[in-house]
């Protein structure tokens, strides 16, 4: 269990890079983004997220704002999976993915 909230974790790291990075890109030449290499991988790295998030709001959310609440969105899940895969471990610190846990436990550092 401890493995897959850190692969899931991970993914939503990821996820939250890639919107940031999309945005980031955008910045330099907002009017013609959609035209641009780099910024088209980040959208379509995100594109999940972005319609997924899409798909729970309500219709008065703005599709330009679609993408700020996905990275919220995801900013909160990153911390909940951190805080869940954090009790999971200190339960039985045995497991796969609970290394870190371990060795803090243990005064083993990092």
């Known amino acids: 269990m401890a493995f897959f909230l850190l692969v899931l974790q991970t993914l939503i790291f990821v996820a939250g890079l890639c919107l940031l990075g999309q945005f980031i890109v955008g910045i330099f030449n907002w009017g013609r983004r959609h035209e641009n290499f780099v910024y088209q991988v980040f959208e379509i790295a995100t594109r999940p997220f972005v319609r997924l ?17 996905t990275f919220l969105l995801l900013l909160f899940a990153y911390v909940a999976v951190g805080l869940w895969h954090r009790d999971v471990c200190l339960a039985d610190l045995t497991q796969v993915g609970c290394e870190r846990w371990a060795a803090a436990r243990t005064g083993g550092g990092a």
């Not at 998030?53 to 609440?69: E, F, G, S």
């Open 53 to 69: 998030v899409r798909l729970i709001t309500p219709r008065v959310v703005l599709d330009q704002h679609i993408p700020l609440a």
